[in-house]
């Protein structure tokens, strides 16, 4: 543990408690999002009705009832879920995929990555001891060559971790050739497939595509999802559909990490799916956010030089952008800073911690409409 | 991860599903114990009035006003925490646990450990690559001979590992003497103590002793403590005071696990502690285990001929029995089953877990007070 380092973006988030800095830079989901009255209404409910077992120690697999709902919404919704997985439930995405790597990997092995890739991921491999390998994304997911070249030279490569849709940080969603690519690809090289859906529900634009875990007829994909940006991220509930062979060593490291997930709201979720109507507040959702981005790229078009390259997502909650060659990240995010807006510069996604980068991410989800278009307009005062 | 099995205890919990097995095996608090009426109506509040912020991401560390109240509780009325300590909110005494053992040791390090002990902490260490030593227990805590000698010979001992409260499972309570004397010891060979506390405010007889945390002048000290015995165990709240530099590296371990604990749940603790009476609510709760208690050990002297040596607990929640020479715990154990008792064999809390055992781990927390006599009765009559 000695060189692990706090996250930085958790750093960042921590600055953002004063409120006149424009928040750009946090991986939030929008307030609006949470379904409070229908969780305040459920809660109370549980209290009444069941507030023994919503208190009391429970098992590390998770609600039973959590459990059914989640493996069958994956089956029918998303044709995940083949005759020898099974699905567990887990203290949010972050934890599926600490375990998954604590599972997986011994000390010294390696986990190939997209690069750039979400930073807890990447810092979750590290603190298990595992190398983090990464291979350049282009605009429709990994790049192929390297992966493969990547796979013959590593050969204590054991999992191959993605998030094929609405990457984090990038916003890029790969390919449905891509998907079946990389899925023959490790097989091929007989290595076990991370796939990481947390922002899979919230595209609005584009059509669905299916996940890499939904072709997996030879059990070798670990599939993490989460509810933390579909109905609240501060409950800390996500989950793994996975082979059973891994998912019971999953169990038993979770057991030693945190006996099961906060049993209460385990079954708000499993209430919530049961009474309410999660598709129909999963869209609303989607309309939240297709007016913020919109609203985002807009301003970019108005606001911002055409030297800057940003993605245009179709889902998910980031934007990615890329400076001119002229100006250095650091001194674009310090001048940010210095005008209140904060920004995750891109080093911080490196799978190479020492390697330099150009650009960096933002986000549409938690600022106001007023802060989106202002924060835009920063970006373009400062590059011009 | 290979080697790992789960939890002996895990896998007997879930068996008890079964409403006709009387439930000695648990380690749960009883259901009596949690304040449902005022987390109702508290969580109420929070919902009508922060509700954005109990379903938002939040800090790793905790949430800022629990931590407050946590450490100035502990410094009050436990004299706990020094100039360079520092607090933070955990996913229950389990995830500090092993927190401390990820950032204290590296693969092939050992951690020193009461004999038998906690076995979700010794699984905790074998998760983390770390041995678990074992230090037989006397009536008043560990042997102090041994445990020098150990110290001596172990290069690679991290970690003291010691519940010095109403040890689980074998219900002991360490000596002030011994406590002073095991901080010495840690203090002359240079190893850090883990002081897992979860039974501490569970005294329902004889004088509270000080913990070995409020006498750490050194900064050799790491305390866990939890909420799951005094307010909720589902719910997953624990708390670690410790060297604010350990702590620091404990975060960042924390961060990659799950990102922070569920945030609703620390509003909620942190709203009973500012707006109910916590003393007074353990006050009750020591009152209904020294009556369970009183009735488990009556029962034994009744039904349970004097060749089964017990413990007689001041406090906690479990009671310690050792068979007589001639009854195998193996088959008292399957005996027991067959009457629809579960009880947890002692090979359980073994730190070399191929060692056998001649006790067994018994709770008169869950049973009702028909169930704990009844159970006695069992036991009497297997025996006999």
């Given at each position: 543990?000695?060189?692990?380092?706090?996250?930085a973006?958790?750093?960042i988030?921590?600055?953002?408690?004063?409120?006149?800095?424009i928040?750009f830079a946090?991986?939030?989901?929008?307030?609006?999002?949470?379904?409070?009255?229908?969780?305040?209404?459920?809660?109370?409910?549980?209290?009444?009705?069941?507030?023994?077992?919503?208190?009391?120690?429970?098992?590390?697999?998770?609600?039973?009832?959590?459990?059914?709902?989640?493996?069958?919404?994956?089956?029918?919704?998303?044709?995940?879920?083949?005759?020898?997985?099974?699905?567990?439930?887990?203290?949010?995405?972050?934890?599926?995929?600490?375990?998954?790597?604590?599972?997986?990997?011994?000390?010294?092995?390696?986990?190939?990555?997209?690069n750039p890739?979400?930073?807890?991921?990447?810092?979750?491999?590290?603190?298990?001891?595992?190398?983090?390998?990464g291979?350049p994304l282009c605009g429709?997911?990994?790049?192929?060559?390297?992966?493969?070249?990547?796979?013959?030279?590593?050969?204590?490569?054991?999992?191959?971790?993605?998030?094929?849709?609405?990457?984090?940080p990038a916003g890029l969603?790969?390919?449905?050739?891509?998907?079946?690519?990389?899925?023959?690809?490790?097989?091929?090289?007989?290595?076990?497939?991370?796939?990481?859906?947390?922002?899979?529900?919230?595209?609005?634009?584009?059509?669905?595509?299916?996940?890499?875990?939904?072709?997996?007829?030879?059990?070798?994909?670990?599939?993490?999802?989460?509810?933390?940006?579909?109905?609240?991220?501060?409950?800390?509930?996500?989950?793994?559909?996975?082979?059973?062979?891994?998912?019971?060593?999953?169990?038993?490291?979770?057991?030693?990490?945190?006996?099961?997930?906060?049993?209460?709201?385990?079954?708000?979720?499993?209430?919530?799916?049961?009474?309410?109507?999660?598709?129909?507040?999963?869209?609303?959702?989607?309309?939240?956010?297709?007016?913020?981005?919109?609203?985002m790229l807009d301003s970019f078009e108005k606001y911002v030089p055409e030297s800057v390259k940003y993605t245009r997502p179709?889902?998910?909650?980031f934007v990615w952008c890329t400076l001119p060659g002229n100006i250095a990240l650091d001194d674009f995010v310090k001048a940010a800073m210095a005008k209140k807006l904060a920004v995750v510069p891109g080093t911080a996604f490196n799978c190479d911690t020492s390697a330099p980068s150009d650009s960096f991410r933002i986000t549409?989800?938690?600022?106001?409409?007023?802060?989106i278009v202002r924060g835009v307009q920063i970006i373009g005062e400062i590059v011009k």
């Amino acid at each position: 543990m000695v060189d692990m380092k706090p996250s930085a973006i958790r750093e960042i988030f921590k600055s953002l408690t004063d409120p006149s800095i424009i928040a750009f830079a946090a991986g939030n989901p929008a307030p609006e999002s949470f379904p409070k009255e229908d969780f305040a209404a459920l809660s109370a409910d549980i209290f009444a009705n069941n507030a023994v077992a919503a208190l009391q120690y429970s098992i590390t697999e998770g609600y039973p009832a959590l459990r059914e709902q989640v493996a069958s919404r994956l089956k029918n919704k998303f044709g995940i879920g083949g005759a020898n997985d099974a699905t567990i439930i887990v203290s949010g995405g972050q934890q599926g995929l600490e375990l998954a790597c604590k599972v997986m990997c011994n000390e010294g092995d390696a986990v190939i990555c997209e690069n750039p890739s979400f930073i807890g991921a990447l810092n979750a491999y590290r603190s298990n001891g595992a190398r983090t390998i990464g291979v350049p994304l282009c605009g429709d997911g990994i790049d192929l060559d390297i992966l493969e070249d990547t796979l013959k030279r590593e050969k204590r490569a054991k999992l191959l971790y993605v998030i094929p849709s609405f990457q984090n940080p990038a916003g890029l969603t790969m390919s449905l050739e891509k998907r079946r690519a990389v899925y023959a690809l490790a097989l091929k090289y007989n290595i076990m497939i991370l796939e990481d859906n947390p922002y899979g529900e919230l595209r609005f634009a584009g059509e669905d595509i299916p996940t890499i875990k939904s072709m997996d007829t030879e059990g070798i994909v670990i599939y993490c999802g989460s509810f933390s940006k579909i109905l609240s991220a501060g409950m800390r509930i996500g989950f793994v559909c996975a082979p059973n062979a891994v998912l019971q060593k999953m169990v038993v490291a979770k057991q030693v990490e945190d006996v099961h997930t906060n049993i209460f709201f385990q079954m708000l979720c499993s209430k919530f799916i049961a009474e309410r109507d999660l598709d129909a507040h999963i869209d609303n959702i989607r309309e939240l956010y297709r007016t913020k981005c919109a609203l985002m790229l807009d301003s970019f078009e108005k606001y911002v030089p055409e030297s800057v390259k940003y993605t245009r997502p179709e889902g998910g909650l980031f934007v990615w952008c890329t400076l001119p060659g002229n100006i250095a990240l650091d001194d674009f995010v310090k001048a940010a800073m210095a005008k209140k807006l904060a920004v995750v510069p891109g080093t911080a996604f490196n799978c190479d911690t020492s390697a330099p980068s150009d650009s960096f991410r933002i986000t549409y989800s938690t600022p106001s409409p007023e802060q989106i278009v202002r924060g835009v307009q920063i970006i373009g005062e400062i590059v011009k």
